[in-house]
């Protein structure tokens, strides 16, 4: 199921440029928005959803690396590749180091365009599950109490529940009511996946 | 022994002589060397006796070697003198035959028994010379690197701005294509419309080229008054030195009666010196060693023309008419912007720049300026 309303986002100070892209990528089946400045993108594009940006690297007002850097803050989860021309080579490897997914070189080799655009899709739609999983995760780890939060803590350090009831200081047949409820508010249905969920949360959030 | 008045200012004029530093060579009418100077010695490298008697042709490269004879003559017939009184550079030469650049000031001396005898007074120019000569390549370079800079900033420019129609259009096809490929459900007033759009992105790409004339056109068009005479004189003065490495004879006829012009200045003068660096190319190119070069101002009906006529290598007849067209050139390393951008300056100021194959080969340019602009 796709959660974005467009799949493609396009940001270009040229009209042309911007209309021929939309057309080749709904030759494609792909749906894509426009946006002709970084200020625009900024005053209209808030609120849209899209999985993946096509970024001019030169244009009038902010350029394409200087709205890059003002969204880049907010961690970005759509990739963004940048359209540069021949001269830009230097400016789109210096986008890459700050994290763009690619560059694109005008004019566009179709079948290079349509395969970056699919990674880049591709790649949102990972970020996207994980995103979506880590805060249901985060959702199902504040429905447990503070006593459930400290068994669950010890629990994935590989502690046994005797170990826990040392530790605690409460009594083993305890350690396993907190257990159960536990596993429970995690929807986990074994120590094993319990110990992935903790570990996928605690990469994500670093 | 008592040194008579005589004997004393003979010594001290002796004395003089040889400290001067400059050569001091005295001869007769006849041109034989009288008095020889040290400095004259280490100058030319002869000592006194090899030259005391001896012509002072001898002293002097082809051609004035022949015709010093004649000068001499000349001046005691006529008493017209084309270099006494006044100084010249010229050559002269060494004993071991090498020429180098001299000043020379020539002075007669009257009231003699036995006739007229003339000094000169020679100063060595070498060093001077070859401190021009590299302060010239220097300007050389430098005027190519800013050539190169400007060429360069020029084309990113253009390839820049014609790269985004390209794109488009590009990407316009490849979209169309797919879209049949894929059997999509468009009727054909969208493949109409992708047609369009195709065809107004190369024209687009085309006004590229067109804009950069206009650019000239609106650009900094800013009319003073000015002599063309004199605009003209400026920039032949700019050209003196690689008219005279490459041994062409450049004439300029000017129109002295020309009342002042309003016109822009720099851009007239870009035209001249396009027009101008054209023929020497041309003339470069057919390596023809009586090479000239003629510039003349005429005032015609109702304009003003400006005509720069050369013998060089000409324009072929099949390409006479491209070349005014932009990025249309015959040089190697030309961009074949000059002769369009000074057809646009042309027309900015309400006049013409017009080709033609002179019938004893070789090129000739006319720029003509409406007579309004005079005042």
């Known amino acids: ?206 | 022994m008592k040194t008579t008045e005589a004997e004393q200012s003979n010594t001290l004029f002796d004395a003089l002589m040889d400290a001067a530093v400059d050569a001091i060579i005295v001869i007769d009418d006849h041109g034989l060397i009288r008095r020889f100077n040290r400095a004259a010695q280490r100058m030319f490298g002869y000592s006194l006796e090899e030259v005391r008697g001896r012509n002072i042709k001898m002293l002097m490269p082809q051609p004035h070697r022949q015709k010093h004879d004649g000068y001499l003559a000349r001046y005691r017939k006529t008493r017209e003198a084309s270099i006494i009184g006044v100084g010249r550079e010229t050559n002269g030469l060494k004993r071991d035959g090498t020429p180098f650049p001299i000043h020379l000031s020539v002075g007669e001396i009257t009231g003699n028994q036995v006739g007229n005898y003339y000094v000169g007074i020679i100063r060595d120019l070498t060093d001077q010379k070859l401190a021009e000569d590299q302060v010239h390549q220097l300007e050389d370079q430098l005027l190519h690197a800013d050539r190169l800079v400007i060429l360069g900033e020029l084309t990113a420019g253009i390839a820049h701005e014609i790269n985004q129609p390209l794109t488009a259009i590009a990407a316009y096809a490849d979209a169309g294509k797919n879209l049949v490929a894929r059997g999509t459900d468009l009727n054909l007033q969208d493949f109409q419309l992708i047609y369009e759009r195709i065809a107004a992105q190369s024209r687009r790409a085309g006004e590229v080229v067109q804009r950069m004339r206009k650019l000239v056109r609106t650009g900094t068009l800013s009319k003073t008054r000015h002599d063309l005479n004199q605009l003209i004189r400026n920039i032949l003065l700019l050209f003196e030195y690689e008219v005279n490495k490459s041994n062409v004879k450049l004439e300029f006829f000017s129109n002295d009666a020309l009342a002042p012009m309003y016109l822009d200045e720099i851009q007239i003068q870009q035209i001249i010196v396009n027009l101008v660096k054209n023929s020497l190319d041309a003339l470069h190119e057919s390596g023809r060693p009586d090479g000239m070069i003629e510039i003349r101002v005429d005032r015609l009906d109702k304009e003003v023309a400006v005509s720069v006529l050369d013998n060089g290598i000409g324009v072929p007849e099949n390409l006479n008419k491209r070349l005014f067209e932009p990025f249309f050139t015959t040089k190697p390393k030309g961009v074949g912007l000059g002769l369009s951008i000074c057809k646009s300056i042309a027309a900015a100021h309400g006049g013409s720049l017009s080709f033609s194959s002179p019938p004893r080969g070789g090129s000739c340019f006319v720029l003509k300026l409406p007579l309004e602009y005079i005042g």
């Not at chain 1, 792909?30 to 899209?50: I, R, V």
């Not at chain 1, 690396?65 to 490897?93: C, K, M, W």
Request: proline residues 3%.
């Open chain 1, 1 to 206: 199921m796709k959660m974005s309303e467009y799949d493609v986002c396009i940001i270009d100070d040229d009209e042309a440029i911007r209309e021929s892209l939309r057309l080749l990528l709904f030759a494609d089946g792909l749906k894509s928005c426009c946006f002709e400045s970084a200020d625009d993108f900024l005053e209209k594009g808030q609120g849209t959803t899209f999985s993946c940006m096509l970024l001019d690297i030169r244009m009038p007002g902010k350029d394409g690396l200087e709205l890059f850097q003002l969204l880049n803050r907010e961690s970005l989860l759509y990739p963004v590749i940048f359209i540069t021309g021949h001269g830009d080579i230097p400016l789109a490897v210096s986008a890459i180091k700050q994290g763009a997914f690619d560059f694109l070189t005008k004019p566009f080799e179709e079948g290079e365009l349509l395969k970056k655009i699919h990674a880049a899709l591709d790649s949102f739609e990972s970020n996207r599950k994980r995103a979506l999983e880590d805060r249901e995760l985060r959702s199902r780890i504040e429905l447990c109490t503070p006593r459930e939060l400290d068994v669950m803590r010890l629990l994935v350090q590989g502690l046994s529940n005797k170990g826990i009831a040392d530790t605690l200081n409460i009594s083993p047949r305890t350690v396993e009511i907190h257990r159960a409820h536990v596993m429970e508010k995690m929807d986990a249905e074994s120590l094993p996946a319990l110990v992935r969920m903790v570990t996928q949360l605690e990469t994500d959030e670093v």
